[in-house]
Nanobody, 116 residues
Framework: QVQLVESGGGLVQPGGSLRLSCAPSGVIFSLYDMDWYRQAPGKQRELVASITRGGTTNYVDSVKGRFTISRDNTKNTVYLQMNSLKPEDTGRYYC??????????WGQGTQVTVSS
């Protein structure tokens, strides 16, 4: 059974930082591309950052220069370092694991609230 455990969310002031972690279990981590999505109330779920199994990264324009996605295949963990947070970054952040064989798995999400 596949499970994605997310952690690191919370309440932070504008300009602050958070680091999200996602530790999948039940998958061969190194074979999966990993993504972070976020969803604010009343809005579509948005792909924020992705990292392929080969380490190639991509970001939505709104977070470029502020967020960094990384993975540690030894620890089977993907991270999202979020710096210079803005109120518009507020939302529930979801970890996703996917591969070309059709695997597609989601975590339960972790709430990030940026507010003074």
């Amino acid at each position: 059974q596949v499970q994605l455990v997310e952690s690191g969310g919370g309440l932070v002031q504008p300009g602050g930082s958070l680091r999200l972690s996602c530790a999948p279990s039940g998958v061969i981590f190194s074979l999966y591309d990993m993504d972070w999505y976020r969803q604010a109330p009343g809005k579509q779920r948005e792909l924020v950052a992705s990292i392929t199994r080969g380490g190639t990264t991509n970001y939505v324009d709104s977070v470029k220069g502020r967020f960094t996605i990384s993975r540690d295949n030894t620890k089977n963990t993907v991270y999202l370092q979020m710096n210079s947070l803005k109120p518009e970054d507020t939302g529930r952040y979801y970890c996703n694991a996917n591969n070309m064989l059709g695997g597609n798995y989601w975590g339960q999400g972790t709430q990030v609230t940026v507010s003074s």
